[in-house]
């Protein structure tokens, strides 16, 4: 539950295959935690709160104000309970919808003005309810005319319009986004995001296996479905984690003399 923060540019640029550096070489983060979110921030006026939740569906706001002076040994970001973790961070403005989504397929939609803004210390509150055995598996903040797209451990995955989630209540249930009854047979919620249509995603399994594909190849279907295969996978390989890679429009070259 810990912030910590450091210059872009100060990080070593590695090939894509590269292996990179010890993050403990990066930031002084202590042996027993590990890193959950990665946020950039360009301006502290660009957003107005930083939205976290934590792996049992609870949820805060801090104003990003409060992060805009982050000292080496790092400050504090949330209360935790010891069977609970920080799992997702998000920069958000304020008048947002947001949409939690949990490891067995369900999904809340609701504005962020239902979670009142917090000081550092504080723990949060419930974001959704959670059945036993279920935990969240994203934190997503929603877009005009965007797709919420899930995938599941065994590589399954599918797009939903956004529409088709109405807005609930904070602290609820949600409804579903997977056809719940072929989840032992296509696997938990691994990974969700919000995307458009021109938008691609990079996928990578447990066994360090990346693939990129195009957002538009991927089947759109109804809320409770169980999707397609979008990345096949050896036995005892599962997807571990996904990347958005959002739609850039070419900016035209000047004409001479401009």
């Known amino acids: ?54 792996v049992s569906g609870r949820v805060k706001r801090v104003e990003l104000s409060e992060f805009e002076s982050v000292r080496p040994s790092g400050l504090i970001a949330i209360t935790l309970d010891e069977q609970d973790q920080l799992g997702w961070v998000s920069l958000t403005s304020g008048k947002d919808e947001i949409m939690l989504i949990t490891r067995n397929g369900q999904a809340l939609r609701f504005n962020e003005e239902l979670i009142r803004p917090m000081g550092r210390q504080a723990m949060g509150v419930i974001g959704i309810r959670t059945r036993p055995g279920d935990q969240l598996a994203a934190l997503e903040v929603l877009e005009p005319n965007g797709d919420l797209l899930v995938v599941t451990e065994k590589g399954f995955g599918k797009r939903t319009k956004l529409s088709e989630y109405t807005p609930k209540g904070r602290a609820t249930m949600g409804i579903a986004t997977i056809d719940k009854r072929a989840l032992k047979s296509i696997g938990k919620i691994a990974e969700a995001r919000v995307v458009q249509e021109k938008d691609e995603v990079s996928l990578i399994s447990s066994n360090g296996i990346v693939i990129r594909m195009a957002v538009a190849d991927i089947s759109t279907q109804g809320r409770a479905t169980r999707g397609v295969t979008i990345m096949n996978l050896e036995a005892r390989d599962s997807v571990a984690a996904m990347a958005r890679i959002p739609f850039e429009k070419e900016t035209p070259p000047d004409e001479p003399g401009e």
């Open 1 to 54: 539950g810990k912030v910590y923060s450091e210059k872009v540019w100060r990080l070593p640029q590695e090939s894509r295959t590269g292996r990179g550096i010890s993050i403990v070489n990066v930031i002084n983060i202590a042996p027993n935690e590990k890193i959950t979110a990665v946020v950039p921030v360009a301006d502290f006026e660009d957003a107005k709160y930083c939205t976290m939740a934590t």
